[in-house]
């Protein structure tokens, strides 16, 4: 990506709220930094595969990229009833975000349909493998929905290493602390071309895992953290229900 070009912004809120209500102050308070933009593409469509390490992660990396991004959310925003849900299906909408019903019945076919939009649109659609915050810090083992779409489009995935978002908005506050938060873009990785070169056909049944294996180790390698090869989301359940970590989650 070249340094001092300017790009359109296709949200006018998206717009205002990066560059005049939420944007300047976070640039302050936070001082974030960013490595390696030059890896997404000055345009058309790329799937940015980032870590999860806090709620503010959708707005630091939103902030320091120039290209506009869209990131899925919950339906349940978008559907909420009364004043409340309107402003706030109105908020989200406004920032990029699109819903994914995470409780349909293929929650897959979903991903899928809302990511191709997103690309065939020729934009950048951004997920978290991890599917929810690491409730540690360590990279978690990701779902392989964005590893589906990837190989089935041929799209390339770009790797995003937050850094640092955690210590600024843990778990549980709502208002963020001034800690300086770093991302990290990787190298792009063409999908088809990883998993031919493992072996593997794009279509086969092991594919779309060995990928998002290979995403979440770079992810890994980027953020300087270690790997877990659970999800979080079970990590979280087992916590929750005072069982401590799983077999094979231990810190």
């Not at 340094?3 to 974030?32: D, E, M, Q």
């Not at 870590?51 to 559907?79: G, I, W």
Request: glycine share 8%.
């Amino acid at each position: 990506m070249r340094k001092g070009t300017s790009y359109a912004v296709k949200n006018k809120w998206y717009w205002i709220f990066k560059n005049i209500l939420v944007g300047p102050f976070l640039r302050v308070y936070n001082r974030p930094e960013i490595e390696g933009l030059e890896h997404i593409p000055d345009s058309g469509p790329a799937i940015l595969a980032s870590n999860h390490q806090a709620v503010m992660d959708s707005f630091y990396f939103p902030l320091m990229c120039p290209r506009q991004m869209v990131f899925p959310a919950k339906a349940e925003y978008f559907t909420t009833p009364g004043l409340s849900g309107r402003i706030q299906k109105w908020f989200v909408t406004s920032v990029g975000q699109v819903p994914l019903d995470r409780t349909a019945g293929d929650a897959l076919d979903s991903l899928r349909s809302t990511a191709r939009k997103v690309l065939d649109a020729g934009d950048l659609f951004a997920i978290y493998p991890e599917g929810t915050r690491s409730p540690d810090g360590r990279i978690y083992r990701g779902k392989a929905g964005m590893a589906v779409v990837a190989l089935e489009t041929g799209i390339q995935i770009i790797p995003v290493a937050m850094i640092g978002s955690r210590n600024a908005n843990p778990i549980g506050t709502v208002f963020p602390r001034p800690r300086k938060v770093r991302m990290r873009v990787g190298e792009p990785i063409d999908p088809v071309a990883y998993v031919t070169a493992q072996g593997l056909a794009p279509d086969d049944r092991d594919a779309a895992r060995v990928l998002t294996d290979h995403v979440m180790q770079v992810l890994s390698k980027l953020t300087g953290q270690p790997y877990v090869d659970v999800y979080a989301q079970d990590v979280k359940k087992s916590l929750a229900a005072g069982k401590g970590y799983p077999e094979g989650a231990q810190p």
